[in-house]
């Protein structure tokens, strides 16, 4: 699928909700095909560019992570401030005050009600999407999914299936499963994001910006969800 872009109209400040699996990496890569105004910003990866960088913001959260401490809220949202004033969607002088012209889709970061309301002071998220497909359609999704290493090449039987039953197509190499795409694993991650996205989902309920979209695959979700940012914002 590749979409014909279109533009923005009125700003779009993204989150996509969704259980481990649905799909979310996907959606983001098309909607950034779709609307090239969008930029993904992922808190994890402006962690581990500036831990690599050796930024004064990176040297303190590899502190934080050497000591065996989590990253704290602030210290993600004074990356993503930092990323903010480097595009030009924020000033020093107004650090509270974003851009009119600022469309992104912000990955990694809330995950918790908690976050979400601690974002809320420097960022005015617009549209919240709850991402839903059913639970034993992502497990047999995961089971047929076979990568290859070296490349990360993946396939899905039944979807994108290799022409050599667990062979690379390129290489011919031997295909493996990731450790965490087993039903154990999932069903674990499936529970830990059930606890905390309901008080979230319920969160961006509240300040009226939530939108549900189902489907059972991706190309099901993407028409429907191109539609409403097309309605909302072009």
């Known amino acids: 699928m590749i979409p014909t872009t279109r533009q923005l109209k009125k700003a779009a400040r993204i989150i996509l909700v969704g259980a481990p699996g649905v799909g979310k990496g996907t959606q983001t890569e098309r909607l950034l095909t779709r609307f090239p105004e969008l930029a ?3 808190s994890g990866d402006l962690l581990r560019e500036n831990v690599r960088n050796k930024t004064p913001l990176g040297l303190k959260a590899e502190a934080t992570m050497q000591s065996g401490n989590l990253v704290p809220d602030s210290m993600i949202l004074d990356l993503i401030s930092s990323e903010f004033k480097s595009k030009g969607w924020m000033t020093a002088s107004s650090p509270s005050s974003i851009s009119s012209s600022a469309s992104f889709i912000l990955d990694g970061f809330p995950r918790t009600a908690t ?3 601690t974002l809320d002071s420097l960022i005015p998220v617009n549209f919240v999407v709850q991402l839903v497909t059913p639970p034993s359609v992502i497990l047999s999704r995961i089971a047929s999914r076979w990568i ?4 990360g090449r993946v396939y899905n039987i039944g979807f994108n299936t ?7 197509d390129i290489t011919g190499e031997p295909l493996t499963q990731r450790e965490d795409d ?15 996205s309901k008080a979230l989902l319920e969160h961006y309920q509240r300040k009226g910006c939530l939108w549900r979209v189902e489907g059972d695959t991706s190309d099901e979700i993407s028409p429907k969800l191109f539609a409403e940012i097309e309605r909302k914002f072009c």
């Open 40 to 42: 993904s910003i992922s």
């Open 115 to 117: 976050q979400a309301s």
């Open 148 to 151: 290859h290493e070296p490349s």
């Open 162 to 168: 290799p022409k050599v039953s667990g062979k690379d």
């Open 182 to 196: 087993s039903v154990e694993t999932w069903t674990q991650r499936l529970r830990k994001f059930e606890e905390t």
